[in-house]
């Protein structure tokens, strides 16, 4: 099973962070604008169309906020890992700033690769909308 893991810090106060990660079904609009250009909910189900053309459907396993982490498994779609289980979590650092941490196991694990470039490119988009002064101003 391949194990992806990337962590970065966001200029941003961790509960608005939090506000922006727990809207589970408007990844499209809050997180991860023009890299996720739909999302949609069926039931406890996250139907999310990539820029790229693939499309996940993303059974919401947890959202708790007293952690501030959301859990999520891909369950079908155009990406069809054996197993996939990820989590999203905020975590202060200091008033103003936060850590996001986001941990991914797929397998096979020859889907750890196009996972892991998908990952990078999120983290990416998400700490440029979340560090954006008209994000902040909502």
Known sequence: MAHIHKEFLIDYAPENVWEALREV??????LVPGFVTDT?????????????????????VDIDD????????????????KHHHASM???????????FVWITDVTPDDLAGPIAEMVDQGA??????????ATQEN
């Open 25 to 30: 079904g408007a990844v499209d609009q809050r």
């Open 40 to 60: 949609r909910m069926e039931a406890d189900t996250r139907i999310v169309t990539f820029a790229n053309g693939v499309v996940v459907h993303e059974l919401i």
């Open 66 to 81: 007293e952690a501030r982490r959301v859990a999520y498994a891909v369950v079908g779609g155009s990406l069809a890992p």
């Open 89 to 99: 979590q905020v975590f202060a650092d200091g008033t103003e700033r936060s850590r």
């Open 124 to 133: 990416r988009v998400i700490k440029q909308t979340l560090e954006t002064p």
